[in-house]
């Protein structure tokens, strides 16, 4: 099993400046997922994040808007960039693949005003 | 419409009820995953299947992969399975990403 923590657990944040989430894992993973799920709404995979490259990035995101680092393969960072409301979400880090549980952060509760 | 559909969105039920949820999906998967999601946003991994049935005590889920189809069930129902209960698929031949329903918000009465 794996154990996800995430900082900070919630924020509220004024439109045009940027938050950077951590998450660590008390074991040696992989791959790294991050979530954004807004309200009323499913998750979506942002981006996944492995270990000494740079991060895969689904349509619709882009590195200079969610910027993330991924230093060891225990630690990861997200960061929201030049937040506006529309980036009001919960964002979660994962780990898990191919036929392995998939394990999640308890999550970044985050309000842009 | 979406690759992952569940059914229902919302659903109330007194304790000791049996409960089902449905997903149906549209893609070739390798794996389903039932997620359950409190109201602080934390996901827990519930069950992960390829096939078949598994069961964890009060709760059940099956898969039919013909179908495209797999069920959740909760015996016995009681107010703290109260939750957001989610499906989601990992495509066939990937490492990675999950494709997520929307979820069923599921109230238990005492």
Redesign the interface.
Known sequence: SAVISQKPSRDICQRGTSLTIQCQVDSQVT?M?WYR?QPG?????IA?ANQGSEATY?SGFVIDKFPISRPNLTFSTLTVSNMSPEDSS?Y?C?V????????????T?LLVL | KNEVEQSPQNLTAQEGEFITINCSYSVGISALHWLQQHPGGGIVSLFMLSSGKKKHGRLIATINIQEKHSSRHITASHPRDSAVYICAVRLAGSQGNLIFGKGTKLSVKP
């Open positions: 791959m997922f799920q709404q499913s998750l979506t995979l996944t689904e919960i979660l994962s898990g693949g191919g036929r392995e549980t998939q394990y999640f952060g308890p999550g509760r």
